[in-house]
């Protein structure tokens, strides 16, 4: 009998786990396909691959969103800066071109996570941000440009 209620348990357990991750999945692929969008965010090691994947492709723009001090300290090759406390920064987004393929990244993912709804709502195309921002890029040992 005490058999049957550990295996229960550990099944309940199981169970749980499985939902909590498929929801945790659902949260990051936020896929509008309504408006033909996909607007998302993944792992660094996924954001890396594409950014490696696509250094000479031009319709591809990585966006640091950074402000300009945190940026020259270290950034992405070929990335631009758009400082998201800028107070014209919804402005700033809807003259870029929507069709392009972005990838966006932040300090710790916070801010890039608040710019992705804001070029959602502005009906970029394809949007993917990098989860855990340029703190985690750093810990992957990943290549950065620096300006200092």
């Not at 009998?1 to 348990?9: E, S, T």
């Not at 357990?13 to 965010?41: A, F, G, P, R, V």
Request: aromatic letters at 10%; a positive charge.
């Amino acid at each position: 009998f005490q058999g049957i209620k550990m295996k229960r348990a550990l099944f309940l357990l199981i169970l749980i786990t499985l939902s909590s991750m498929k929801c945790d999945k659902e949260y990051k692929e936020n896929k509008n396909l309504e408006n033909n969008q996909t607007i998302i965010t993944i792992s660094v090691d996924d954001f890396y691959r594409l950014v490696s994947e696509n250094k000479k492709n031009k319709d591809v723009v990585i966006i640091d969103f950074r402000t300009q001090e945190e940026y020259k300290g270290g950034h992405l090759e070929n990335a631009i800066n758009i400082n998201f406390y800028d107070n014209n920064l919804k402005d700033i987004l809807n003259n870029l071109e929507k069709d392009k393929i972005y990838l966006i990244y932040c300090r710790s993912g916070n801010r890039s996570r608040k710019a992705l709804k804001i070029m959602e709502e502005l009906n970029f195309k394809q949007v993917y941000n990098m989860e855990g921002g340029i703190i985690q890029w750093n810990i992957k040992g990943y290549p950065l440009i620096s300006e200092k």
